[in-house]
């Protein structure tokens, strides 16, 4: 890729209850030059689990999608998760340096997933960016569709 290209990356995750069954996606696009390109795009699903966790596996499946790739280039990543962009831009220092434990002294939750993502993150280093969800960003919406299209199916199984 040249210089002027970058990766954005659109997750979003959801449940049906929560806990309940649960479903996730990503749309990976290519920028360059103010044109776009899907690059990748998925979404899958887990019988019972949370919104926390699949917001989480949105974003890890996509950045191993992303790690695939041949010279990505600049990635950034558009959650409309609060407790994905805060938890690996702030929390997750706190939560290392306590030996997985949050302020109050409990276990962190989903410990397993944010392993997995601050791994990710230590080889692609991307930029976070949090987008306010159903607010009719193109992307952030066809990740929407996507992860309640996984839950219907799941449902239906």
């Not at 890890?60 to 790739?69: D, H, N, P, R």
């Not at 706190?94 to 601050?118: C, E, I, Y």
């Amino acid at each position: 890729m040249d210089m002027e290209s970058s990766i954005k990356i659109y997750t979003d995750g959801g449940c049906s209850g929560n806990p309940g069954p649960g479903g996730w996606a990503y749309v990976i696009i290519k920028e360059n030059n103010q044109e776009h390109a899907i690059l990748a795009e998925k979404y899958g699903s887990e019988r019972n689990t949370t919104n926390n966790r699949m917001e989480l596996t949105a974003v890890i499946e996509s950045l191993q999608t992303v790690l695939s790739m041949e010279n990505p280039g600049k990635t950034v990543i558009f959650t409309d998760s609060q407790y994905v962009q805060k938890g690996i831009t702030e929390w997750i220092i706190k939560w290392k340096k306590n030996a997985w434990s949050t302020s109050d002294k409990k276990p962190v939750k989903n410990q397993d997933l944010w392993v997995k993502l601050d791994s990710l993150c230590g080889k692609i280093s991307p930029e976070w960016e949090w987008i306010r969800g159903h607010a009719g960003n193109e992307f952030n919406e066809r990740c929407d569709k996507m992860t309640q299209q996984a839950i219907a199916e799941i449902n239906n199984l």
